[in-house]
């Protein structure tokens, strides 16, 4: 019992990935309002950025700089570097979800404009659902 709570302490990082993930779903799928739905997708999208890079760092690693005549006569031993991908990967999700919260803002305040509201209910009844 006593490893089981060890472990799950020493991985407190990942626990704290998966309450920010619930909050930003529960906020996609709970709330009415349009905006506080944006907002739980950034919180869940910023929760996954953050649980990828953290999986993708190691400690004591070095940076994935390899000198390349040492790496032909010595070889390269992997388990001292960090690898980039996740690092690089979570760089192109940044652009994308930032991207992606700048249409969503500009077809809010379009739809603000044409059903004044953002209540998910409101805009419903007004189309006629």
């Known amino acids: 019992m006593e490893q089981l709570l060890s472990e799950i302490v020493a991985k407190y990082n990942y626990w704290i990935y998966v ?7 529960y906020a996609m799928i709970g709330k009415r309002n349009l905006v506080k739905k944006l907002l739980g997708m950034n919180i869940f999208q910023t929760a996954i950025i953050l649980f990828y890079v953290s999986i993708g760092s190691k400690r004591g690693g070095g940076i994935p700089i390899v000198d390349k005549h040492a790496a032909m006569l010595h070889g390269v031993d992997a388990t001292g570097v960090v690898n980039p991908l996740p690092h690089v990967l979570m760089l192109t999700a940044i652009v994308v979800s930032v991207s992606v919260t700048g249409v969503a803002l500009a077809i809010l305040i379009r739809i603000y404009r044409k059903y004044d509201t953002l209540e ?3 805009i419903l009844e007004k189309i006629g659902r």
């Open 19 to 25: 309450v920010l993930m619930m909050i930003g779903f």
């Open 120 to 122: 998910e209910d409101e």
